[in-house]
């Protein structure tokens, strides 16, 4: 698992615009065990974390010492998505805790060598575990979908014994479907508006 840190500051005295002003983004450090507290972060800096940043433990240099932690949610203002306000989330080593990770499609599926069209359902997993196991993606290896208008679960999913996913058994995560006007299955053609099916929400913090 890939490892990110950024640098952490002390909060100024100044205000929230002040501060952005000066290129840094105020902050707030929260996690059981521990109180909250108001910090800041460089922009430059915060804003080359790559997407994967997003979903994996980050190592805030503190002027207290290092600290583990998952951003948790990014304030932007509406017209301009500039960045207005981080909240970083403290973790324990060994205390499991929700996270969202990218699932990544990997192969092709026979059904789509005999003409179907494979539809992703979800971009994204829900899944809880310790931070150490945190994986980077879960694979979705569609090359077991034989057939026109089957598809796989997310009880379908192979992942770690110790990562647990939290989505629904039940909902498809990917589906080959008939081309329209191509000798559809019946009932297929219905189930391309599903392709437009939004990608499961952030897991609500433990």
């Given amino acids: 698992m890939e490892r990110f840190k950024l640098k952490l500051e002390a909060r100024e005295s100044k205000t929230p615009n002040e501060l952005r002003r000066s290129g840094k983004i ?116 569609v090359t077991r979908i034989e057939n026109i208008d089957a598809g796989l679960h997310f009880s379908d999913l192979k992942v770690p014994a110790e990562v647990k996913v939290l989505n629904p058994m039940e909902e498809l995560v990917a589906r080959v479907i008939a081309k329209k006007g191509g000798g559809a299955t019946p009932g297929a053609d219905k189930a391309a508006p599903a392709a437009a099916a939004a990608p499961a929400e952030k897991a609500e913090k433990k």
Avoid: W
Avoid at 79 to 86: D, E, P, R, Y
Avoid at 96 to 109: D, E, Q, R
């Fill in 26 to 141: 105020p902050a707030t450090l929260y996690g059981p065990d521990s109180e909250s507290a108001t910090v800041q972060v460089i922009e430059d800096e915060f804003v080359r974390l790559p997407g994967a940043a997003y979903s994996h433990v980050i190592e805030l240099e503190s002027p207290d010492g290092p600290v583990n932690a998952l951003i948790r949610h990014v304030q932007r203002r509406a017209t301009t998505h500039k960045i207005l306000n981080v909240e970083f989330y403290r973790v324990a080593a060994g205390r499991k805790l929700t996270v969202t990770v990218p699932l990544k499609f990997v192969g092709v599926a026979p059904a789509v060598q005999k003409g179907g069209v494979l539809v992703e359902m979800f971009q994204t997993a829900d899944i809880e575990c310790v931070p150490s196991a945190i994986p980077d993606f879960i694979e979705v290896d």
